[in-house]
């Protein structure tokens, strides 16, 4: 009976363990809302099941063992001087070669396909945004449109977006997981990121970056709609009596958790060079930007 037992938490560890990790289905990153996170889900599913080759033998392994060789099973082979098989030794090497040299194939070719830094559509004009990393919130500016908000990003399908990113704090790290490729936002450093919306929806964006205790509020939505509404968006941020000039500015760097959607109908012209170039040696600036600083002091 006690054998019986032990055999019998041997079969059903595993078959609980898959049970549990059932809860871990609902990951936005496999219903992706663009191309690229279309793509980064695909290579993550490819290189899962080609990891597969080596995981499943191994449990199968683990479950047959155990009852091969259990002490009751007379029937099994006894060879307690066997130390070399040059089958199993082929295996286990040239296996797992195989499948690190497909997955490095596969590593390479995809980090240049889905470099960030290349625009998606180079015959379709791009919706210009650049991205501000503040404490604890995201600042969203529209230069083509003269217009800011803050921890809302509207988007149109179809139109590829062309995003500068920057921080002015700490490092963060920008990510909409279901349009994909996250992009550090570093103090006086500039990333690039370009991404495409191709399903009408509201997507979570994140930093995926710890920054400090308010780090877990720093979220905002990401929204894909019909150009027709993407158009109503800007007319009703254009309508804010809020402007982003120095001084308002100045506010909205303060440190502030779970900060509301606020809209800004008109921006400082040049404000997100200013916030990577205030970053820099006072002997690396231009003399003109150093007349253009002092206006924020």
């Known amino acids: 009976m006690k054998r019986e037992g032990q055999l019998r938490r041997i079969v059903l560890s595993p078959l609980f363990s898959l049970l549990l990790l059932g809860g871990c289905s609902n990951l936005v990153l496999f219903e992706p809302g663009g191309p690229i996170g279309d793509a980064e889900r695909t290579l993550i599913v490819t290189a899962f099941l080609l990891m597969l080759i080596v995981v499943i033998p191994v449990l199968v392994m683990t479950l047959w063992f155990p ?7 007379t029937k ?24 690190i040299m497909v997955l490095g194939y596969l590593t390479w070719t995809e980090t240049h ?33 003269n217009i800011a908000a803050v921890n809302e990003l509207v988007v149109p399908v179809e139109i590829p977006l062309s995003f500068r990113i920057t921080s002015d704090t700490v490092m963060n790290s920008f990510f909409i997981p279901q349009l994909g490729s996250q992009m550090y936002a570093m103090a006086g450093m500039e990333s690039r990121l370009h991404l495409l919306a191709d399903k009408a929806g509201v997507y979570f964006g994140q930093t995926q970056q710890f920054s400090g205790s308010g780090y877990a509020y720093m979220q905002f939505r990401a929204k894909a709609v019909s150009q027709s509404e993407f ?5 009703e941020v254009g309508q804010s009596a809020d402007k982003l000039d120095p001084a308002r500015f100045q506010v909205l760097q303060k440190p502030s958790i779970a900060a509301p959607v606020t809209y800004f109908s008109t921006v400082e012209p040049g404000l997100f060079d200013q916030i990577i170039r205030q970053y820099m040696p006072t002997s690396m600036k231009p003399a003109a930007l150093k007349g253009y600083q002092a206006a924020w002091q």
């Not at 404490?135 to 083509?144: C, G, H, S, V």
């Open 67 to 73: 009852l091969k060789y259990r002490d009751s099973n």
């Open 76 to 99: 099994a082979i006894y060879t307690p001087k066997w130390a070399y098989s040059g089958r199993l030794d082929f295996a286990v090497w040239m296996v797992p070669i195989a499948i």
């Open 113 to 145: 396909r889905l470099d960030p830094y290349r625009p998606l559509k180079p015959d379709v004009k791009p919706i210009n945004i650049q991205a501000v990393a503040l404490d604890w919130k995201w600042l969203f500016i529209y230069p083509d449109f």
């Open 231 to 235: 158009q109503g968006w800007l007319q």
